[in-house]
């Protein structure tokens, strides 16, 4: 029979390393600072190298300098970290406009990072990951791949994109011992957000949007990363972990009276 397990170490990170490309701000940054607090060592990536170093401090980690648009130092990235037992990656961008409005070149830039750069990270350390046999791969939807609104296009089509991805690296990876999966966030407080956060009217529609009533603070998503990275979720794999506040659960259209 196998030994009763130690539900007390189930989130526990000793011993492996994680990586977390866009821990300079936001969601990133409050996540690598969550993996280091449950015991991993943790390499904090960015194109920002100031930022990247700043998360590095507050969680005894590394500092990598890091664009993950320059696809020559992501696939140098496993040679020189290591071996890595997790990656999260939160690096994205949002132009909001309307689809007539776009430019290609806009097109071209949120597809750059959302996409194209997610398929090189996933390819360059889920490789790794799978030539070792193990690994977890956590990715950054948003509740956009499923629900979206006039200005939101290009950036819902590569968080749809990405969750598709995410989900085909978990088939194709599972049967080589590394598990891949997304987080959809609602709407969370960080400089991505801060045109929104500018406008009153649009911040407090958004807040009224959710089930809880407001915004999540970026330390909220921090869970959903430690789950996705640690035992906790050993048979978890191709999922996307909502984490919306309700967001999508609630039409919110209309209030039926009296209900
Ligand atoms: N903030 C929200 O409301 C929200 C909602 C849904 C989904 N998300 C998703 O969550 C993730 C994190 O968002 P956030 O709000 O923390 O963003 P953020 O803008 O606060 O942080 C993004 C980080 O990525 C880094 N970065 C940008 N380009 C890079 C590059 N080329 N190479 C390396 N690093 C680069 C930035 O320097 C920054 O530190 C994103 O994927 C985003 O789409 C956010």
Redesign the pocket.
Known sequence: MDPAPDYTRLFRLDGRRAVV??????????AALALAAHGADVVC????AD??ARTAQGAGGTAYP?????RAAVAAAPGELGDVDVLV??????VRKRLLDYAEEEFDRVVA??LR?SFDLVRTFGGAMAERGRGSVV??????AVTVEPGQGV?AAT?AGLVQLLRTAAAELGPRGVRVNA???????????AQ?KADPSWYGAYAAKSALGR??R?GE?AGAVVYLASDASSFVTGSVLTV?GGWTAVDGRYEPPGA
């Open positions: 490309v866009g821990a300079g701000s936001g969601i990133g940054r409050e990536a960015d194109r920002d930022a990247a890091l664009d993950v648009l320059d990656f939160t690096a994205a961008t949002n990072l959302n750069a990715g950054f939807s948003s509740i956009r950036y968080k987080v959809a966030p609602g709407v969370v407080e960080t400089p991505l957000t929104i915004w999540a970026p998503l919306d």
